[in-house]
């Protein structure tokens, strides 16, 4: 979701920016110290953010749908950290961490962890020990989450996912029949075409962890070509394929997917058939954009 400035968001509910600080410092969201407006941790909780910009320094952002002034004490909204969340499933905390990580909610920070955007979108919040760390939060209700369970109910199990067709995804189903995946790569892994097992066969000789067709993390079904976890080192990104560029139906499942991956703030690398020869001159570098370097 968006996120606005403070001044903005008085604008968005017509009433002075005047008014609108003085109601959140009441609602004990904000304060002030050293003349700089600071959040308290109930107004990160309600999805307040510092933002650093060059032209105005620090400043606080919220969600654009953030409305404070009919904000009542009882909805609060109740978060939980990894050891809870963890006990819903008989996992450890380091266990949920590394789920969190990989679905792409949460990435490693120097000290910690901290919450991706898409991670934002769920309702985590990004919080610091005293000590410097970072640790997130999240909303009690996460232990339900479609992406969650599903991480979890895979963990532990050799059973492939099961992958639901409907009416509504007849490109993809045809697209499924037109090419099966019956190329193996060098890890096992079956694929589609030839540009596939390339892409799948660098990943695997640059060292990277990597999942083929992975549903992505969202209420859509969607899923990726390729996805790499941030465990590698950098940040979780996902890896498309567009080979057939003069079909139809291809272009159209192309657009859609293109917006998913914008709407959600996921990472994206895109490969054409120019990328396939030489794919070591390119995929390297698009990598390591994402912080991800192969020798």
Same mark, same amino acid.
């Given at each position: 979701? #968006?996120?606005?400035?403070? %001044?903005?968001?008085? *604008? =968005?509910?017509?009433? $002075? &920016?005047?008014?609108?600080?003085?109601?959140?410092?009441?609602?004990?969201?904000?304060?002030?110290?050293?003349?700089?407006?600071?959040?308290?941790?109930?107004?990160?909780?309600?999805?307040?953010?510092?933002?650093?910009?060059?032209?105005?320094?620090?400043?606080?952002?919220w969600p654009s749908d953030f409305n404070p002034i009919n904000l009542q004490e009882?909805?609060?909204? #109740?978060?939980?950290?990894? %050891?809870?969340?963890? *006990? =819903?499933?008989?996992? $450890? &905390?380091?266990?949920?961490?590394?789920?969190?990580?990989?679905?792409?909610?949460?990435?490693?920070?120097?000290?910690?962890?901290?919450?991706?955007?898409?991670?934002?979108?769920?309702?985590?919040?990004?919080?610091?020990?005293?000590?410097?760390?970072?640790?997130?939060?999240?909303?009690?209700?996460?232990?339900?989450?479609?992406?969650?369970?599903?991480?979890?109910?895979?963990?532990?199990?050799?059973?492939p996912e099961t992958i639901i067709n409907n009416q509504a995804d007849s490109e993809?189903?045809?697209?499924?029949?037109?090419?099966?995946?019956?190329?193996?790569?060098?890890?096992?892994?079956?694929?589609?075409?030839?540009?596939?097992?390339?892409?799948?066969?660098?990943?695997?000789?640059?060292?990277?962890?990597?999942?083929?067709?992975?549903?992505?993390?969202?209420?859509?079904?969607?899923?990726?070509?390729?996805?790499?976890?941030?465990?590698?080192?950098?940040?979780?990104?996902?890896?498309?394929?567009?080979?057939?560029?003069?079909?139809?139906?291809?272009?159209?499942?192309?657009?859609?997917?293109?917006?998913?991956?914008?709407?959600?703030?996921?990472?994206?690398?895109?490969?054409?058939?120019?990328?396939?020869?030489?794919?070591?001159?390119?995929?390297?570098?698009?990598?390591?954009?994402?912080?991800?370097?192969?020798?």
């Amino acid at each position: 979701m #968006e996120k606005i400035s403070t %001044t903005k968001l008085s *604008k =968005n509910l017509e009433i $002075s &920016s005047r008014e609108l600080f003085d109601n959140l410092v009441e609602k004990k969201l904000i304060y002030r110290k050293d003349d700089q407006w600071n959040l308290t941790k109930k107004g990160q909780e309600f999805g307040g953010e510092t933002v650093f910009n060059k032209k105005y320094g620090e400043f606080i952002v919220w969600p654009s749908d953030f409305n404070p002034i009919n904000l009542q004490e009882n909805t609060r909204q #109740e978060l939980v950290n990894a %050891t809870t969340v963890g *006990k =819903n499933f008989d996992l $450890s &905390s380091q266990r949920i961490n590394l789920v969190f990580a990989e679905i792409g909610w949460t990435e490693k920070a120097i000290k910690g962890w901290s919450v991706t955007s898409l991670g934002r979108k769920v309702g985590g919040v990004q919080f610091e020990h005293p000590s410097g760390g970072t640790y997130v939060m999240w909303p009690k209700e996460i232990i339900s989450n479609k992406s969650l369970l599903r991480s979890i109910n895979n963990k532990d199990s050799n059973e492939p996912e099961t992958i639901i067709n409907n009416q509504a995804d007849s490109e993809l189903n045809d697209f499924r029949t037109k090419f099966p995946a019956n190329l193996r790569t060098k890890d096992g892994h079956q694929v589609r075409s030839r540009a596939e097992v390339i892409i799948d066969n660098a990943l695997y000789d640059y060292g990277l962890a990597h999942a083929y067709e992975r549903k992505l993390p969202i209420e859509e079904d969607v899923y990726s070509d390729f996805y790499i976890p941030s465990k590698n080192g950098g940040k979780a990104v996902y890896i498309e394929f567009w080979g057939l560029e003069n079909d139809p139906k291809y272009s159209k499942r192309k657009e859609i997917k293109k917006e998913i991956y914008s709407k959600y703030d996921l990472n994206l690398i895109e490969l054409s058939d120019k990328h396939i020869e030489n794919l070591d001159d390119h995929l390297p570098r698009m990598l390591l954009k994402f912080e991800i370097k192969v020798e």
